[in-house]
């Protein structure tokens, strides 16, 4: 059983920034971030696959969204710049096996997941 805690969510202005990180207690291959806002389903937002460690984002959050490992740490990093109200939401750290290609952005294929962190975007 993988531990996953996330930090960092938090109220920001429509054009802020915020740092999500999510510490797990060991390594995982696959691991990414994803959201939920109210009366909405869970959304893939960003994924790092266990195929040489490429990046996938969804498409509303390209250009905008980086995501990053630390594997000393068996930490990753979600940055967010340019948020929008409609970022909002919890945002959920999960983990699993090996995956690849955008398989990690398929909340389906995730074993483990953290407890959630608040995201609001709003003046």
């Known amino acids: 059983q993988v531990q996953l805690v996330e930090s960092g969510g938090g109220l920001v202005q429509p054009g802020g920034s915020l740092r999500l990180s999510c510490t797990a207690s060991a390594y995982t291959y696959g691991i990414g971030w994803f959201r939920q806002a109210p009366g909405k389903e869970r959304e893939g937002v960003s994924c790092i696959s266990s195929g040489a460690g490429r990046t996938y984002y969804a498409d509303s959050v390209k250009g905008r969204y980086t995501i990053s490992r630390d594997n000393a740490k068996n930490t990753v990093y979600l940055q967010m710049n340019s948020l929008k109200p409609e970022d909002s939401g919890v945002y959920y750290c999960?983990?699993?096996?090996?995956?690849?290609?955008?398989?990690?952005?398929?909340?389906?294929?995730?074993?483990?997941w953290g407890k959630g962190t608040l995201v609001t975007v709003s003046s």
């Open positions: 999960a983990a699993g096996g090996r995956m690849y290609g955008s398989e990690c952005l398929n909340r389906y294929n995730m074993d483990y």
